[in-house]
């Protein structure tokens, strides 16, 4: 009985509209970008930072700054030129010169089961570069661009580590090209920490923990290098540099993905006893960079599911026994759930997906002969932008059908 399945990709588009008078644009051949200048001061006794955004160069290009606020994390705002509150907004009007925003920013981030996603102590801090900066909205002259820095300051004894490429003045270059402002992301990592480095492929890998915690880090980094050549071949357009953090309690005991970059909580194992891996899990999030639209989650989560499975029996890490053992498994997890049309998957409900993307699989491949599959459709997503839907999803299938 062939599965017909419904996923749609949702285009997005990030364009900022002034209500205020714009600044005329100059001639094509005077346009050079305009820098922002990211300075962030941790003060681990406060658990905050202190964030300056700073317009270095040809500030004039810049109409406004629209950031999204939180009032429970951010506080202290000042600025040079004009800056107005509306409701959770702040909207910033830059000057001509000396353009600068100020603000404070609480760096612990607490979940509902008491566990923490961003923590600091007075020996090292995790957390993610989007809390450092909130979302923005900027609009700017056409045919300009943004350049970004990041510089981080810390106590004397503290190292950091990002995703981004590092400069010898030991800033960071923040540069995104799928975002129209360059805003740091994914996380960040400082303190007195240990750390692997590694070329893997075409990825720049990077392993990353506070000392005295028992993390294996030489563990990952050969883990990776068995596995990461089969995630490489599967998306062709994997990252070329991959941060890799982990820490133990009181950190979420999970694992959480993030632009170019994941968390480990230290007590999860590469490899559990059911056949699955979380940092496979995680890394497929990373290699899609997707999201997921209403009702669409278990796509995204069952997608990681399956490929966590995939990598490792490609690869050669998991038997073809153990393999299917993990299907199985899953397989009978996944009854417990009535239905896919949820707003988010979990357990039993990715579980579920699993066997429904199998059999998907094993239908592209019987009626393309064997010269097509999963893999094909998966790779469509990873390149497409905006939110996966069952619409979207449904339409690369029938492409690859065809």
Known sequence: MRIALTVALIATALCGCSLLQPRPAPPE????????????????DEKIAT??????????????????IDPARHSGLLS??????QGNEALWTPPDEDAWLQYDVQLESQRSNGRYDGYITADWALFRADDLVPPVRTDFKDGTQSKAKLEINVPQSWSVVTRYPQY??????????DR??????????????????ETIGGTKVTVSAPVDQGIKRMDMIAFLRWTLPTMQELFPEFPERLLIVSADDPMWRGALSAPNSLYLHADRPMISGNGTSTMIHELVHVAMSASSGPKADWIVEGLAEYYSLEVLHRSGTLS????????????????????????????PITAKAVGRLRAIDAEIRERSGGERSLDDVVRGLATMDGDITREAFDALVESVLL
């Open 320 to 347: 073809t026994e153990r393999y299917e053992a993990a299907h199985r498994a899953l397989a009978e997890w996944g009854a417990e759930a009535e239905s896919l049309d949820v707003d988010r998957s979990h357990g």
């Open 80 to 85: 040079s030129g004009q800056l107005s509150m």
């Open 180 to 197: 129209l402002i360059d805003r740091p992301t994914g996380w960040l990592l400082m303190g007195e920490i240990g750390t692997r480095r």
């Open 51 to 68: 964030v300056k955004i700073r317009l270095s160069e040809n500030p004039e290009w810049v109409n406004w700054m629209r950031f999204y």
């Open 29 to 44: 051949a005077q346009r050079p970008a305009f820098t922002i200048f990211y300075t962030a001061w941790v003060k681990p």
């Open 168 to 177: 010898t003045s030991g800033r960071f270059k923040v540069d995104d090209d």
